[in-house]
């Protein structure tokens, strides 16, 4: 779809223009207006009862005295200054589906004068676009009926601000890594395995000449010692890659760069410690650290950051066999220390430890981890919030800001040194579990043995990466809160 940001006389030719009201009588600015112009026809509607201005409520009129505008569409949005971020997205979303119902191309977008929970215009315009788009997705590849292509494919938001022009661009560039994000996650694993997230990679990489791919096959991590990250993929015969996103665009290119590791386990069956049978075709999402990776990869292409990142696509298979590792294996990990196995469904840490280890040499100016890393963080969390850990309380609150900047939510849970007492193992440095207690700590608690040498925070996406039921499918999380952590960045 089409966005554009230009100020317009509230009759105009276009098909349809789109106003807010409140309820209890308090109006917009645009209903004032058109209610004047059509002698209180407006608010003839709100006596007789016909419009009640009650979130939920579109109205669609036609032909109005004194309007050009062939079209207005009214929506409710509740009581005035009582808007929620939620309930922003309903409106957008309700308007959406008005728009669409009545087959409409082009529509002049007044919600502008609405103010979720006092957020400006800049966001109004950013969050609207972002849940059109979001609302709009489709994953029909394997579909043979493919869904109908939606009316419209224009709406003009009534400002000329210069924020909205900034928002729009934002918006965009967010919702194609959203998109970019959602398309790989959604992949079977049939299909999308280590090698087709390289293959996506690389794509990617020809569209910008800031980008560059680097990918570590499993001869190159056995000359590494990465032998937990391997010892992980043993059990599948689609082999392992590590595929290196180089962005290279700050002023200075010897800047340190800002590296983002994604765990990408095309499939997670548990390996020999086998996972049970119902819901396990979800752990084809079990690589949607790496989705969201890439897709803030692509967003920060299209905006042209000028900033120095690099995005690590830590590809790889967990499935049992006669070669996969076991319970008890003892693995030297790539920073030397010795893991004993205790159970070959904690993957996910093996494979990013090795990971984590080989960008130091980078010189990171940060690192941060995203990983569909433990069902304890689902249970602690719940879907709506990611489960974020870092001893560093600079970045704890750049990252909490970004997820409050774009409601993409994160939630700190501890990482201090009393869990690394539950990783103990008589064998071996460390044990890959912690125990029953504090799942998601322990295993943030496992991978900070591997992150001494820079600035370093794990997302754990494991709620929030996908969701259930009726509508499942990837989100996209946390595309949108990493790139605007990196917005952020730009100083
Ligand atoms: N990929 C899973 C975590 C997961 C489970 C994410 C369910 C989303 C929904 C991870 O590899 C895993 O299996 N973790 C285990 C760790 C346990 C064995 C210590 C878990 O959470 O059960
Ligand atoms: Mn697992
Ligand atoms: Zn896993």
Redesign the pocket.
């Known amino acids: 779809m089409k966005y554009q940001a230009k100020l317009t006389a509230l009759s105009q030719a276009t098909e349809c223009i789109v106003i807010g009201v409140y309820e209890n009588n308090e109006f917009s600015k645009s209903f004032n207006e058109i209610d004047l112009t059509t002698q209180g026809y407006l608010n003839g509607l709100i006596q007789s009862g016909e419009l009640s201005g009650k979130l939920g409520q579109t109205l669609l009129l036609r032909d109005l005295n004194g309007i050009s505008t062939k079209r207005v569409l009214i929506i409710g949005c509740g009581k005035k200054g009582e808007l929620s971020e939620r309930q922003y997205k309903q409106l957008i979303q309700n308007m959406l589906k008005a728009l669409k119902d009545a087959n409409i191309r082009e529509a002049v977008c007044y919600l502008t004068e609405v103010e979720p929970n006092n957020r400006d215009l800049y966001w109004n315009i950013r969050f609207a676009i972002e849940t059109i788009e979001h609302t709009n997705y489709q994953f029909d590849q394997f579909k043979s009926k493919k869904a109908e292509p939606i009316s419209l494919e224009t709406l003009i938001f009534n400002t000329d601000c210069q924020q909205a022009q900034l928002a729009i661009k934002h918006a965009q560039a967010i919702a194609s890594g959203v998109k970019a994000a959602r398309d790989i996650a959604n992949m079977p694993p049939n299909v999308c395995n280590p090698a087709y997230l390289s293959e996506q990679a690389r794509n990617l990489a020809e569209k910008s000449t800031a980008l560059s791919l680097d990918v570590i096959d499993e001869k190159m991590m056995a000359e590494l010692g990465m032998n937990a990250y391997l010892a992980v993929s043993r059990g599948s015969s689609n082999p392992a890659y590590m595929s290196l996103l180089h962005f290279n665009n700050a002023a200075d290119k010897n800047t340190k760069p800002i590296v983002l590791v994604g765990k990408g ?1 095309t499939f ?1 069956a ?1 390996g020999i ?1 086998l ?1 049970p049978a119902a819901d396990m075709d ?2 084809k999402y ?1 690589m949607g650290g790496a989705a969201s990776v890439f897709g803030t990869m692509k967003a920060i292409a299209e905006l042209n950051l000028p900033l120095n990142v690099i995005g690590v696509l830590a590809g790889c298979e967990n499935l049992p066999d006669g070669n996969a590792y076991r319970p008890g294996d003892i693995l030297t990990t790539m920073n030397g220390l010795t893991v004993e196995v205790l ?1 070959t ?4 840490r093996l494979v990013l430890c090795d990971a984590l280890t080989y960008v130091e040499r980078f010189e990171p100016e940060l690192v941060i981890d995203v990983a ?5 963080c ?1 249970v602690a969390l719940g879907q709506h919030n990611s489960g974020l850990m870092s001893e560093d309380e600079n970045l704890v609150s750049e990252l909490l800001n970004a997820a409050q900047q774009t409601t993409d939510k994160a939630w700190r849970l501890p990482l201090s040194e009393e869990y690394q007492e539950q990783l103990k193992s008589p064998f071996a440095d460390l044990a890959n ?1 912690g125990g029953r207690w504090g ?1 998601a700590s322990t ?1 943030g608690a496992f991978l900070a043995n591997f992150t001494k040498n820079y600035r370093w925070a794990h997302l754990d996406i ?1 709620g929030t990466a996908w969701v259930q039921g009726a509508n499942k499918g990837a989100t996209g999380r946390p595309v949108s809160l990493l790139t605007q952590f990196l917005i952020n960045q730009v100083k």
């Not at 469904?345 to 996910?348: I, K, P």
């Not at 569909?372 to 304890?376: C, H, P, R």
């Open positions: 386990l997670d548990g410690s996972k979800e752990m079990d159970n469904d904690a993957e996910g569909t890393l433990t069902g304890a689902v579990i799942g295993a494991a």
